[in-house]
C-alpha cells in the first residue's frame, strides 16, 4: 500500500513545479491554522472552544460547497486537470486524507484536553447514563413535555421508503426487533428546533460529592459554579422504547448527512428572482449528498444501508468516535462564565463623530475613515439614521448583502421610508445561507414603500455602499459610505473591516452611477475614481502592478502590499509573479486561501505570504502600491479579493483614500501593524505549509490585533496620533 502522506507531499511538491497551490487543499491549512487557536492555551477556555466549535462549522460548509462541486465535476465527467494540476479525482482524495488527520487531531484534542479542562472549570458534558437519578427525572420531564411530541420514528420496509435526510440533520439509526424476532430498521430525527445540548436541572450530583470530599481533605469548601450538559440525542436514544412500543429496541447509532448546498439560478429559467430562490431554498434541502457521517460503532451493514439509499460512495463516508456535528459546541460560549471568556472590548468613537454630532458637518469638514470593530459601528448605524430623520434628506441608497437579524440598519431605512424619503435598496438575494433573511428585509421595506430591487441575476451584488441624497443651500449633495464588509452591526464587533465617509463630488457621481446601473439600465463603463467589477477591478489593479513593474525596472524600487481574504485568480498570481521576477516587493497577507506559491527562486523569491488568524476574523481588503514614493502612493479598499468570481462574476468596488493622512494612516497603523505580527501570523512556505512565526532574536512579541486594541483609541484622529509612532524604520510612506 502507499504511503497516503507521501503521495500527497508528492502531488503538493508537483503543484509547486505547476506555479499553484490547489484551492481546496490550501484552504484546509487554513483551517487547520483556526484548530490550532483552539489549542492555544493563552486563549481562555471559551474561547478555546468557540475556536473548535468554527473548526467543524468550516468543515460543513466546506462540504456543503467545495466538495459537493468537486463531486459534480466528477459525475459529469470533467476529468481534465486543473490550472494546479489535479484533477477533481486527485483533490477529493488529498481533501479525504486530509480531513480525515484533522478531525482525528481535533477529536483528540477535545477528549483528552478541552474536555478536562472544562470539567474542572465546572462545565460537565455527561453521558446521560452517568447522571443521577434526580437528574434523569428532570430531564425525563422535559423530554416528555417538549421533546417526545416533536419525534417522529421512520420505518425503513417495503411498505415504508427510506425517509429523506435533510441537510446538516442529525438523525439515530436504530435497530428494534419485534416479537416474532425479525430485526426491522428505523430512523429518529434529531429536531433541530431544540437546543442540542440540555443543561441538567441542579447540581451536578456527582461531582459535588466528589468536590465536597476534596474540600474536606484540603480544607476548602470553595468550588466553581456548575453548569451540566447532556447531549440531545443521548436522551432521545436513552426513550425509544415509548417511541417502539411493543418492540425490542436492540441498539441506535447517529449519524449525520451533509448535502450540496450551492444554489444555482439558471438566468434563461428564472423568470422571477425572488420566486426562483425561494424556490432553490427548498431545493438546497434535497441536494445530493456530500459527506456521511457515522458513529464509529456502527456496524457495517447498517453503514452500507445508509450509503445505499443516500447514493453516496464508500469514500465519502467519515466514521466519528466522538459526538458528531461538534459546531453545536458554539452554543457553549454562552456559558454566562466570563473569566473564561476574552475581556470585552469598547471600541472608541472618532471625535469628529461623536454621538449626538451632525454627522454631515463631519463629513463636510473632512473624509472620515473606521476600522471595525477597534471603532464603533455605531456611527454607520447613526449616518443612515440621522438621514431617516433629517428634513433636508431627499433620498438614501444602499446595497444590502448580510445585514443579520435585528438589523438597526434595516429599522432605519424603514423609518426613512415611512418620512417619505426616497429609499432604494439593493437587496442581494443569492448572498449563501443569508437568502431567506434577505427575502424577509426585502418584503418588510417593500411593505413601507422603499424601492427594493432584487440585483442581477446573473451577477451577486456584493459591493457594499450608502449613498444619502441632501438639500443643503449651496445646492445637492451626495454623502457617501463605503466599506470591505456587510452593513452588520453583530459581525461588525467580530470581523476587522474598513468604511469611509466622504461627500467627495466624483465619488459621489461614481456611486450615483453605480446605483443607476443596480436599479436601471445604465451600463456605465467609465467611473471618474471608483474601480468596478466585472471588469473595472482586474483591469485597475493589473495596470497598478505593471506600473509597480516599470518602477521597479527604472531603479524607483516598488512595492505592493495586498491584505484579503482569499487570492485563487491565476491570472492575478502571474501578475504577482512578473512583479517579483522585475524586483518588486510584494507582501500578502492572505487570511484563506492562497493558490500562489511563494519564494520560488526565478519565480516568487520577492513574494512573501503570511496569514493572521486571531481573536477577530481578517475581513478588510487593501490594495497598496509604492507609486515610486510616499507622496504617489495608492491604497484602495473594497469589497473584492483577488478570485475569478470577485473581478469577473460580481458587482464590486475598490475605493481610493485621497486624503494623505488617513492613507498614511492605513499604511503604517494597519498593513505594517500586521506585517510585524510575530504571534498570530503564519508564513505560507514553497511546499504549501505554513509556520508560526517567531520573534527574531531581539525582537519583542508583537500580537496585531492586541496592538490595535490597545493602541488604536489612544488618539482620536490619526491626523493627530503622536501617540502612534511609526512601526518600522523602512516605512515607504
Keep these: 500500500m502507499p504511503n497516503k502522506s507521501a503521495t500527497r507531499r508528492e502531488k503538493q511538491a508537483a503543484a509547486v513545479q505547476r506555479r499553484y497551490f490547489n484551492r481546496e487543499i490550501n484552504w484546509l491549512e487554513f483551517n487547520l491554522r483556526v484548530l490550532q487557536e483552539a489549542m492555544d492555551t493563552a486563549h481562555p477556555l471559551l474561547e478555546r472552544v468557540k475556536f473548535l466549535g468554527i473548526f467543524f462549522s468550516?468543515?460543513?460548509?466546506?462540504?456543503?460547497?467545495?466538495?459537493?462541486?468537486?463531486?459534480?465535476?466528477?459525475?459529469?465527467?470533467?476529468?481534465?486537470?486543473?490550472?494546479?494540476?489535479?484533477?477533481?479525482?486527485?483533490?477529493?482524495?488529498?481533501?479525504?486524507?486530509?480531513?480525515?488527520?484533522?478531525?482525528?487531531?481535533?477529536?483528540?484534542?477535545?477528549?483528552?484536553?478541552?474536555?478536562?479542562?472544562?470539567?474542572?472549570?465546572?462545565?460537565?458534558?455527561?453521558?446521560?447514563?452517568?447522571?443521577?437519578?434526580?437528574?434523569?427525572?428532570?430531564?425525563?420531564?422535559?423530554?416528555?413535555?417538549?421533546?417526545?411530541?416533536?419525534?417522529?420514528?421512520?420505518?425503513?420496509?417495503?411498505?415504508?421508503?427510506?425517509?429523506?435526510?435533510?441537510?446538516?440533520?442529525?438523525?439515530?439509526?436504530?435497530?428494534?426487533?419485534?416479537?416474532?424476532?425479525?430485526?426491522?430498521?428505523?430512523?429518529?430525527?434529531?429536531?433541530?428546533?431544540?437546543?442540542?445540548?440540555?443543561?441538567?436541572?441542579?447540581?451536578?450530583?456527582?461531582?459535588?460529592?466528589?468536590?465536597?470530599?476534596?474540600?474536606?481533605?484540603?480544607?476548602?469548601?470553595?468550588?466553581?459554579?456548575?453548569?451540566?450538559?447532556?447531549w440531545l440525542e443521548q436522551l432521545v436514544a436513552a426513550h425509544l422504547p415509548m417511541l417502539f412500543r411493543g418492540m425490542k429496541v436492540v441498539s441506535s447509532y447517529a449519524f449525520r448527512v451533509i448535502r450540496d448546498a450551492d444554489l444555482e439560478i439558471r438566468e434563461d429559467e428564472a423568470g422571477d428572482l425572488l420566486q426562483s430562490i425561494e424556490e432553490s431554498l427548498v431545493r438546497r434541502r434535497f441536494g445530493s449528498v456530500s459527506q456521511l457521517v457515522v458513529a464509529q460503532r456502527m456496524p457495517h451493514h447498517i453503514r452500507e444501508l445508509l450509503r445505499e439509499n443516500l447514493e453516496i460512495e464508500p469514500e465519502h463516508v467519515y466514521a466519528m468516535n466522538g459526538p458528531l456535528g461538534m459546531s453545536d459546541l458554539l452554543s457553549l460560549y454562552d456559558v454566562p462564565r466570563l473569566e473564561l471568556k476574552d475581556r470585552p472590548y469598547q471600541p472608541r468613537v472618532p471625535a469628529a463623530i461623536r454621538t449626538g454630532m451632525d454627522i454631515f458637518a463631519a463629513i463636510r469638514e473632512q473624509d472620515i475613515l473606521l476600522h471595525h470593530p477597534f471603532d464603533s459601528f455605531a456611527p454607520v448605524v447613526d449616518f443612515v439614521r440621522?438621514?431617516?430623520?433629517?428634513?433636508?434628506?431627499?433620498?438614501?441608497?444602499?446595497?444590502?448583502?448580510?445585514?443579520?437579524?435585528?438589523?438597526?440598519?434595516?429599522?432605519?431605512?424603514?423609518?426613512?421610508?415611512?418620512?417619505?424619503?426616497?429609499?432604494?435598496?439593493?437587496?442581494?438575494?443569492?448572498?449563501?445561507?443569508?437568502?431567506?433573511?434577505?427575502?424577509?428585509?426585502?418584503?418588510?421595506?417593500?411593505?413601507?414603500?422603499?424601492?427594493?430591487?432584487?440585483?442581477?441575476?446573473?451577477?451577486?451584488?456584493?459591493?457594499?455602499?450608502?449613498?444619502?441624497?441632501?438639500?443643503?443651500?449651496?445646492?445637492?449633495?451626495?454623502?457617501?459610505?463605503?466599506?470591505?464588509?456587510?452593513?452588520?452591526?453583530?459581525?461588525?464587533?467580530?470581523?476587522?473591516?474598513?468604511?469611509?465617509?466622504?461627500?467627495?463630488?466624483?465619488?459621489?457621481?461614481?456611486?450615483?452611477?453605480?446605483?443607476?446601473?443596480?436599479?436601471?439600465?445604465?451600463?456605465?463603463?467609465?467611473?471618474?475614481?471608483?474601480?468596478?467589477?466585472?471588469?473595472?477591478?482586474?483591469?485597475?489593479?493589473?495596470?497598478?502592478?505593471?506600473?509597480?513593474?516599470?518602477?521597479?525596472?527604472?531603479?524607483?524600487?516598488?512595492?505592493?502590499?495586498?491584505?484579503?481574504?482569499?487570492?485563487?485568480?491565476?491570472?492575478?498570481?502571474?501578475?504577482?509573479?512578473?512583479?517579483?521576477?522585475?524586483?518588486?516587493?510584494?507582501?500578502?497577507?492572505?487570511?484563506?486561501?492562497?493558490?500562489?506559491?511563494?519564494?520560488?527562486?526565478?519565480?516568487?523569491?520577492?513574494?512573501?505570504?503570511?496569514?493572521?488568524?486571531?481573536?477577530?476574523?481578517?475581513?478588510?481588503?487593501?490594495?497598496?502600491?509604492?507609486?515610486?514614493?510616499?507622496?504617489?502612493?495608492?491604497?484602495?479598499l473594497g469589497s473584492a479579493d483577488m478570485m475569478q468570481r470577485n473581478l469577473d462574476r460580481r458587482v464590486e468596488t475598490l475605493f481610493p483614500i485621497q486624503d494623505r493622512a488617513l492613507r498614511k494612516h492605513v499604511i503604517q497603523d494597519i498593513l505594517w501593524t500586521y506585517l510585524r505580527d510575530n504571534q498570530k501570523s503564519h508564513k505560507l512556505l514553497p511546499d504549501g505549509r505554513y509556520c508560526r512565526l517567531e520573534p527574531l532574536d531581539g525582537e519583542p512579541p508583537f500580537d496585531a490585533q492586541a496592538w490595535l486594541m490597545t493602541h488604536y483609541g489612544q488618539a482620536d484622529d490619526p491626523r493627530l496620533a503622536e501617540g502612534i509612532p511609526p512601526l518600522l524604520s523602512r516605512m515607504s510612506d
Design 58 to 230: 468550516n468543515l460543513d460548509e466546506f462540504y456543503m460547497i467545495r466538495v459537493s462541486g468537486l463531486m459534480e465535476q466528477v459525475e459529469s465527467g470533467l476529468l481534465e486537470p486543473s490550472e494546479d494540476g489535479l484533477t477533481a479525482p486527485d483533490q477529493l482524495q488529498i481533501v479525504r486524507d486530509r480531513v480525515l488527520y484533522l478531525v482525528g487531531m481535533a477529536d483528540r484534542y477535545w477528549q483528552d484536553q478541552l474536555l478536562p479542562e472544562l470539567r474542572a472549570a465546572g462545565i460537565c458534558l455527561h453521558d446521560y447514563r452517568t447522571l443521577s437519578k434526580k437528574q434523569r427525572a428532570s430531564l425525563r420531564r422535559f423530554f416528555m413535555s417538549t421533546v417526545y411530541p416533536v419525534l417522529t420514528p421512520l420505518a425503513v420496509d417495503p411498505g415504508h421508503p427510506f425517509p429523506h435526510i435533510s441537510n446538516l440533520s442529525l438523525s439515530l439509526a436504530v435497530v428494534i426487533r419485534d416479537p416474532s424476532g425479525v430485526e426491522r430498521f428505523a430512523r429518529v430525527k434529531i429536531p433541530q428546533q431544540i437546543p442540542r445540548l440540555l443543561e441538567v436541572d441542579g447540581a451536578c450530583v456527582v461531582e459535588e460529592e466528589e468536590k465536597a470530599k476534596e474540600g474536606d481533605r484540603d480544607g476548602s469548601t470553595h468550588s466553581p459554579e456548575r453548569h451540566c450538559f447532556v
Design 386 to 636: 440621522m438621514a431617516s430623520e433629517d428634513p433636508d434628506v431627499l433620498a438614501i441608497k444602499q446595497t444590502i448583502y448580510r445585514v443579520g437579524s435585528n438589523s438597526p440598519i434595516i429599522e432605519a431605512l424603514k423609518e426613512a421610508a415611512l418620512n417619505d424619503k426616497q429609499v432604494s435598496v439593493i437587496v442581494e438575494l443569492k448572498a449563501r445561507f443569508d437568502e431567506e433573511n434577505n427575502i424577509e428585509w426585502a418584503r418588510t421595506l417593500e411593505k413601507v414603500g422603499a424601492h427594493v430591487v432584487y440585483g442581477d441575476i446573473a451577477l451577486k451584488t456584493h459591493c457594499k455602499a450608502t449613498m444619502v441624497v441632501r438639500r443643503e443651500p449651496d445646492g445637492i449633495r451626495r454623502y457617501v459610505h463605503l466599506g470591505t464588509g456587510n452593513y452588520n452591526a453583530k459581525t461588525s464587533r467580530m470581523y476587522t473591516d474598513l468604511g469611509l465617509f466622504t461627500c467627495d463630488p466624483a465619488i459621489g457621481e461614481d456611486v450615483t452611477a453605480l446605483f443607476n446601473s443596480l436599479t436601471g439600465y445604465s451600463l456605465n463603463k467609465g467611473y471618474r475614481k471608483l474601480l468596478v467589477s466585472p471588469g473595472g477591478i482586474r483591469t485597475g489593479l493589473m495596470e497598478r502592478v505593471e506600473r509597480e513593474i516599470e518602477h521597479a525596472k527604472g531603479g524607483k524600487g516598488g512595492h505592493i502590499i495586498f491584505k484579503m481574504n482569499s487570492l485563487t485568480d491565476f491570472r492575478s498570481a502571474d501578475a504577482l509573479y512578473r512583479a517579483s521576477q522585475a524586483g518588486v516587493r510584494v507582501d500578502l497577507i492572505v487570511r484563506g486561501s492562497c493558490v500562489l506559491v511563494p519564494g520560488v527562486p526565478g519565480l516568487s523569491e520577492n513574494i512573501r505570504v503570511v496569514s493572521i488568524v486571531g481573536r477577530f476574523l481578517e475581513h478588510h481588503r487593501i490594495y497598496y502600491f509604492q507609486n515610486g514614493g510616499p507622496k504617489k502612493s495608492e491604497v484602495w
